[in-house]
């Protein structure tokens, strides 16, 4: 019988190696990101909101960034990290935000230090920072309103994207730190890992570290971990890769006036049955 099992995020943070997250925005790239051997996915705010063709600007509602990662959750064994945004406005917000993620099944949710409305960090526009404090406290809210022990949550701070530099970054960190966060996400935008390697070095070991190096790509996987990371998240090279891949066959099939010259190099309608595990479904009326 079809089984729909998962492992909670707390649990592949126990195994101790570089812990590697792929940005998806669908189950099927889910399934895709465990068979590659990613050990989460993060459900990326800026990957779903691109998929409904929106911009990443807090105009989904909590409701929908939650159905699209619950959806996720309950077709893949790994376990989803929910981007959770803001929290989605102040603190009652983000209990009630803790109340509907846990109940859905999500067992990992990651909030940062914007204000509601965001706009995603790349964005050409003004990143204004939430009050230290009022952040911790939205941290601290979080950790009180979850309902098991495992439940995990991560800070963000945007504070290398505020340009307010590493110390503050540090400073933020330590707070959201001692206010429960099991994580901490120091996001750069910069083109090189120097900031973040002066944040490692500043850093108490309060709790992990976790990064996304969309503009630092270089920075291999082996020597992240040597550097001190706990997590790495590759947010959106999915989607940019399926970008790519849509574009090239859609023209290309319209050019040549029929996809034969496509055949090959396309997976095969089996290939997405077995994703889909079509057998196994079709075992049960069997
Ligand atoms: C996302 O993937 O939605 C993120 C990472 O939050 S970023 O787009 O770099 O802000
Ligand atoms: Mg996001």
Redesign the pocket.
């Known amino acids: 019988m079809i089984k729909q099992s998962y492992v909670p995020f707390r649990r592949v943070m126990e195994r101790g190696d570089l812990v590697r997250v792929a ?1 998806v925005h669908s189950a099927l790239g889910g399934l895709l990101a465990g068979e590659a051997g990613f050990d989460a996915v ?1 459900a ?4 779903i909101s691109a998929a409904r063709g929106l911009p ?1 600007a807090s105009l989904l509602t909590m409701t929908e960034y939650l159905e699209a990662a619950a959806n996720i959750q309950k077709a893949i064994p790994v376990p989803v990290v929910a ?1 959770c945004d803001t929290g989605f406005g102040n603190s009652m917000n983000v209990a009630h935000m803790v109340h509907e993620y846990e109940r859905a099944g999500i067992t990992a949710i990651c909030i940062e230090d914007k204000l509601f409305p965001k706009i ?3 964005a050409v526009a003004e990143q204004t920072l939430l009050d230290m404090d009022a952040f911790a406290h939205k941290i601290a809210t979080a950790k009180a309103a979850q309902s098991t022990p495992g439940f995990y949550v991560i800070a963000r701070t945007e504070a290398l994207i505020s340009g307010l530099g590493v110390d503050e970054a540090v400073r933020r960190c330590r707070a959201y730190a001692q206010a429960g966060a099991d994580a901490v996400l120091v ?1 750069s935008k910069a083109g090189t890992n120097a900031e973040i390697r002066r944040f490692l070095e500043e850093w108490d070991d309060l709790c992990p570290v976790v990064i ?1 190096p ?1 503009t630092y790509p270089d920075w291999h996987a082996d020597d992240i971990a040597k550097a001190g990371v706990s997590v790495v998240i590759y ?2 090279q999915g989607l940019r890769a399926t970008v790519e891949s849509l574009r090239s066959t859609f023209r290309s099939i319209r050019e040549q006036g029929s996809s034969a010259h496509l055949e090959r190099r396309i997976v095969p309608v089996q290939e997405i049955f077995t994703l889909q595990r079509l057998q196994e479904w079709q075992e049960i009326n069997a």
């Open positions: 940005g993060w990326s705010s800026f990957e990443d981007d995603n960090s790349f996001h996304v969309t947010a959106n």
